[in-house]
């Protein structure tokens, strides 16, 4: 969709505010700075909000379309390197095993593609089209060989808006070509089941998009390898979804659950959500009761495995918390709650939704495993149970035994692949190489090239220095990250909520800072930047902006209260704060913009500030250029509908004025924007890196070889010709550039 131009006043400079700065709230206290409480309930808030316009839902098929309006654009530029991390990993969210070829594994990861182990999980290669949507829920094997990946992530949270997919697709060769095999309107899969006796008898389990009803959802049955499909369960409502499939003869089980996020709220249960079972091939279903949850408004996600007549569930309530842990041996006729665990109900936090699965040794039906923020073993039938939170990262999503090594098992987490060869209860080894990090921010050094550092989902802020390869040096989910532009070893990381701290030696030692800040509220995501003629000034931004000039140690309100006030979502209540700094060269320009779509300005270093505009979507960055303070352009995130609202502005007279320069941009939230040589405007976006001349308008995108991934931040560097983009699914990625 080509947008027109257009020019307008979004504020008149009469609208001049005095500094009354806010007493500073309580400090958050940083507690263990390298463990700090990671979970996906709050940056799901974050990126929900972020990239929807207030009021409304994202609409469907928003990312697709968005997709391939990207794909028509034109491309000019050299080529994108990956540059790491491959030894972090990320989200991994189903595994299957090749049953032809011996020690290969394939892998989906929830933003990264489909990979292929061929060393019993220890290097993992991309088996998935670089151009087709990275977004996965699930991957199969079937007896034959067939490789099956299912699109769309249907776990919703993590840090991610989940992002939807594309429906099924097959490959004969190990992932090397793929054709799609129907659904395409299932939003998101979550299960594969192929019968072992007839491969082509393929049962899906589609969820569903987690923001508008209906589509293809349910359980499916293919009787012809994927060619044409029926719906064999349907769900109560047009929300209901299905999240396992599981296969035994004619009999089957299945998982339904209800899950809809609106911008009011959302709804992770309902009437719809239970276990179902048939015993005619899916002819009849029958809803499972007889002590399990059978149905109501409070049934939350459940996740269930079956071993002949054995049949475990986990029972999770609407709002996320932990109901139950339930037993069978009659194949699911009656269950039996079995006695209350701390560990176990631990284990699911406060937000089951994001686990929901149950596995059994295939050897012993009484070994169980459960999907937790740490992994749940019993080794009695559900009796008793021990938590393993200390060998391998936390929140699990997929694991599966090795037939040809006797107690080989494979799981998939948060922080990516593991191998255990002590039947899954510890030794777990983690994969060497996997690169696909889901990454929130980039931070480059002109004085050393090889330096990068980020902040990364559940995988802390990481660096390329200070080891052989990519570590983490602060905990958490990594957010903002700043590497000194004039000293290498002074550098900068925060976690989520604006917990940041400042380094003099690369990050070895950290000193906390943000208590000294003053805020009552701060983004998930709390933006510090440096002033560009002096990087011992810096600018945090809460729902105030905090100024420093001694490098972080001692900090002052300039700025009152730039948003709205905070938001009405009960949930995410650090709604109504700045995202973006961007201090000009003159030394008492300063731009800021907020969540709530207001952008501001103090021509006096914050004596005076003069909003320019409101009623925006978020605003994602602020930038001026360095040779002129009147030179500024801001970005906005959301996907939108049938709306012409611009996701890049610019202005030359210091936001008195403002022209959309989208123009022929996919309609997609823009992340980012840098100015490069010669005044040329390269932005990230949730479709890649695009690239305009500074009058903006017409766009293209930039560099070839970046997979079909979104782009959080990206950072330039013009003494050295390189912009560094940092993916949410796939790394850093590096190109050569004027």
């Not at 499972?288 to 986990?314: C, F, K, N, S």
């Not at 080989?408 to 994969?431: F, I, P």
């Not at 011992?536 to 902006?545: D, F, H, I, M, P």
Request: hydrophobic share 30%.
């Amino acid at each position: 969709m080509r947008r027109r131009l257009l020019h307008l006043v979004l504020a008149p400079l009469a609208g001049v505010l005095m500094v009354t700065a806010p007493a500073s709230a309580a400090p958050t206290p940083p507690g263990d700075v390298y463990r700090p409480v990671r979970g996906p309930a709050a940056p799901a808030e974050y990126r929900y909000l972020q990239k929807t316009v207030p009021g409304e839902s994202i609409p469907r098929h928003a990312h697709e379309d968005a997709a391939a309006q990207a794909r028509g654009l034109p491309t000019t530029g050299g080529r994108w390197k990956s540059v790491g991390p491959t030894n972090v990993g990320g989200r991994i969210v189903s595994l299957a095993l090749d049953p032809k070829r011996a020690d290969t594994l394939y892998a989906a990861a929830a933003s990264g593609g489909i990979w292929r182990s061929t060393d019993a999980g220890q290097t993992f290669k991309s088996a998935w089209p670089d151009d087709w949507t990275q977004a996965m829920g699930a991957v199969a094997t079937g007896p034959d060989g067939t490789l099956y990946a299912g699109t769309g992530e249907p776990n919703p949270g993590g840090g991610s808006i989940t992002y939807e997919g594309t429906g099924l697709y097959r490959s004969t060769d190990g992932g090397k070509h793929w054709k799609p095999s129907g659904l395409r309107d299932s939003g998101a899969i979550s299960a594969i089941t192929v019968d072992p006796g007839n491969p082509r008898r393929i049962y899906v389990a589609a969820a569903g998009s987690l923001y508008n009803g209906g589509g293809d959802r349910g359980v499916y049955r293919s009787e012809n390898g994927g060619k044409t499909w029926q719906r064999i369960l349907t769900g109560a409502n047009e929300f209901t979804g299905a999240t396992e499939i599981v296969v035994q003869g004619k009999k089957l089980y299945a998982v339904l659950w209800d899950h809809r996020r609106t911008p009011e709220r959302r709804t992770y249960g309902g009437e719809g959500s239970g276990v179902f079972r048939s015993g005619d091939d899916g002819k009849t279903w029958k809803r499972l009761g007889g002590g399990l949850p059978a149905q109501g408004p409070d049934v939350g996600r459940i996740g269930l495995a079956v071993a002949g007549e054995r049949a475990y569930a986990v029972v999770n309530k609407t709002d996320g918390p932990f109901e139950g842990f339930y037993a069978s041996t009659d194949a699911g006729d009656t269950w039996q709650r079995t006695p209350v665990d701390k560990k176990l109900t631990d284990s699911q936090s406060t937000f089951g939704w994001w686990f929901g699965k149950i596995w059994t040794d295939p050897r012993d039906a009484e070994h169980v495993q459960v999907a937790g923020v740490p992994l749940m073993t019993s080794k009695d039938g559900a009796a008793t149970w021990t938590a393993d939170d200390t060998s391998i990262h936390v929140d699990q999503h997929a694991m599966v035994w090795d037939p040809r090594h006797p107690g080989r098992v494979y799981l998939g987490n948060d922080g990516g692949v593991y191998r255990s060869d002590a039947n899954g209860d510890g030794g777990w080894v983690k994969a060497r190489h996997e690169p696909y990090t889901q990454l929130y921010s980039a931070a480059i050094s002109p004085q050393d090239t090889s330096r990068i550092s980020g902040g990364a989902q559940d995988n802390g802020s990481i660096r390329s220095w200070g080891g052989d390869r990519f570590n983490e040096y602060l905990g958490g989910d990594g957010e903002e990250n700043l590497i000194n532009p004039t000293d290498v070893n002074n550098v900068y990381a925060c976690y989520q909520y604006g917990n940041c701290f400042s380094s003099t030696d690369g990050g070895d030692t950290l000193t906390y800072f943000a208590d000294k800040t003053t805020f009552k509220r701060r983004n998930w995501f709390t933006p510090v930047a440096f002033d560009p003629r002096d990087p011992k000034v810096l600018y945090y931004g809460s729902e105030v902006l905090n100024r420093s000039t001694d490098g972080g140690a001692t900090w002052q309100a300039i700025s009152p209260d730039l948003s709205g006030g905070p938001g009405p979502d009960p949930i995410y209540t650090n709604y109504g704060t700045i995202t973006s700094i961007a201090p000009a060269a003159d030394g008492r320009t300063i731009y800021a913009g907020t969540d709530d779509g207001r952008v501001w300005v103090t021509k006096d270093l914050g004596a005076h500030w003069t909003k320019l505009a409101e009623g925006l979507p978020w605003v994602t960055r602020v930038v001026v250029d360095p040779r002129d303070a009147d030179r500024v352009y801001t970005t906005h995130s959301a996907y939108r509908s049938g709306s012409d609202t611009p996701h890049v502005y610019g202005s030359t007279d210091g936001g008195e004025h403002w022209r959309n320069l989208s123009g022929n941009l996919p309609d997609a939230p823009v992340n980012d924007l840098v100015i490069a040589r010669g005044g040329k405007l390269h932005i990230g976006t949730d479709q890649g890196v695009f690239t305009s001349g500074a009058k903006g308008g017409h766009w293209s995108r930039l560099g070839r070889g970046m997979p079909a991934v979104p782009v959080d931040d990206i950072e330039y560097d013009a003494g050295n010709h390189r912009l560094v983009a940092a993916t949410f699914g796939r790394g850093f990625y590096e190109l050569t550039t004027a």
